[in-house]
Structure formats: structure tokens, C-alpha cells
């Protein structure tokens, strides 16, 4: 039965790594061995997705340390460098506004701290033993991975109709593979399948629909909390590039809900850091995500081709 199970799984999908708690902690492990010409990278899923870690190798010599984590604040983890490593490197930031300018205190900003930095403190050697162990398998079997096609996963994706005012848990289409680096890249098949990228849209359509959050309400402190730790940092020796990366759809439509003359020009401002947004540069403004916010393999290679040149011309990273 269980071959069954992974032959049929095979036939669908290629076998690839969860991208869960441990794979992160995995890389949080290494910040401490970097030194001031690495780069971190931080920021939710445009971050992770739209940079190329090894093509960034390939051009530098160095492969960024990619923390970036989809749907999250990157407040917390950039708490977590400046107050609890030595590392003094170039932090690449990303900014989703509406995840980015939000309080720590904010609950999106709370979850992403359990996943990553009070997981990372509080990792058991039980669990650092599981993972040590599930790692050799978990890129290599296909009935393993606990996100799409482990037994749990699948019965809890069985869809039922909603009742009223009852919504079912969302079914994610696969985008991405993340190999053991937590470099990412979108799947061939959601390249060119316009259903799976429907479906995702219809996810982005229905947060979009939500009740907007009072941005507004708490600039200052939003804005106040990046200011204050990338000071710090920036004493010990570290420098800081926040990127934007081409957003289109909804999320380009919805860009005066936080101006970038409030939002974006005044932390670039506030923080004396230099920043890359795609309205800029000719060569990335028209970028067409799939999915309105995430790049397909051809576009993520020419988006870190020109961050690495523009880094490379400002001083930021070596030649």
C-alpha cells in the first residue's frame, strides 16, 4: 500500500523539502558563523521567492542566509539579528506593505515569532534529533511531505460545501519547491496552469476583501520599531537594502491604501538605508507575476540579476 501511496504521489509531484520550522532554524544556526560581507535576507514571500540564492552565489561568491518567511512580519526576525547575534553583514529587507508596516504587538507579527525565533530558542534535542533523521527522507519521498500529500493533510483538504456565515479551511495550490537552502522557485506546472493561478488569486481576492486594517492608526509605532534596531545595527557595522519587488493585480491596485510617500520614502528616509522599489527601474516595473505577487523562474533570475548589480553599484556588496 505505501508504495502504491508514493508511486501515485511521484506521478503528480517531484519529492522536495518542507519548508516548516526546522528547515528555517536550520539556517537561523548558521548566522553566527557570518561575517560583514554575507547577506541575510528577511521579509514575508515576495522576499523568499523572488530572489535566486544560488544564481547570488554564482555571482558573488556568497550565498545569502534566506530567513525570509511567507505571510509574516519581518519585525520579529530582525529583532532577533540585531538583539541576539554579532552578525554586522547587508540585511536585504523585504517590504510587503501590508504585512511590513504593522506593530510588533500586531497578531500577524506574534505568529511569526513562534514559528521562527521561539521555535529556534525553544528547539528541543528531540526535536533537532527528528529532523536530523526526517531530513535524509523528506527530499526524496513524496508521500512524506507534510504540507501537501502526508495522509493527515490530505483528509484535512477534503472540501465541504460552507455553511452560512462559515467559511472552510483554504485550499493553497503548490507554488513553490524549497530546497535544503530555503531557496525557492516557483513550479513549472504553476507556471503556465492558469487554474492554479485562479485559485490563488481568489485567496489574495478573499484577504483583500476583509476589513481594512487603520494603517494610519499606527505609522508612527510601525514605522518607529524598524528605526530603533536598524540603528543598533547599523553601529555594529551593518548595512541595510529594503527591496520592493513588482507587484501587479490587486496589489498594485490597492497601493494608495498605504502610500509610499508615508510609508516607504519615510523609512527610507528615517532609517538613512537605501531601498529598490520596482516603480523605479524600467527593466523590473513590468514584470507580470502569475499570480499578481510572486515571480516565475525567468523573472525571479532577472530580478536578482539587477539587485545584485544595483547592490554592487551602490557600495552594499563587493565586486
Known sequence: MLTGYELYFRSVDNPRYDDNEDLWADQRRKLNNLDQDDVVIIGSSRAHQDINIHLWDSLTGRRPLQLALPGSSPYPILEDIVDNSEFNGLLVIGVAPGIFFLPKNHPWASQVREKSVDYYNKQTYAQKLNHILYKPFDHQLAYVNNEDYSLRSLLESVQFGNRDSVRGPLEWPHMIDVDEYRNSSMT??????????????????????????????????????????????????????????????????????????????????????????????????????????????KDQKLFTLFLVRKLKEDGLIKN
Open 188 to 297: 513549472d506546472q504553476f507556471e503556465v496552469d492558469t487554474v492554479l493561478q485562479n485559485m490563488q488569486k481568489n485567496i489574495w481576492s478573499l484577504f483583500d476583501s476583509e476589513v481594512p486594517y487603520n494603517y494610519d492608526s499606527t505609522r508612527e509605532e510601525a514605522i518607529d520599531q524598524y528605526v530603533k534596531k536598524i540603528k543598533n545595527f547599523k553601529k555594529r557595522g551593518g548595512k541595510v537594502a529594503f527591496i520592493r519587488p513588482t507587484v501587479t493585480g490587486i496589489y498594485y491596485e490597492n497601493m494608495n491604501m498605504i502610500p509610499r510617500e508615508k510609508y516607504w520614502d519615510e523609512l527610507l528616509k528615517r532609517t538613512n538605508s537605501q531601498g529598490y522599489h520596482f516603480m523605479d527601474y524600467e527593466e523590473i516595473k513590468y514584470f507580470d507575476p502569475p499570480e499578481w505577487s510572486h515571480f516565475n523562474k
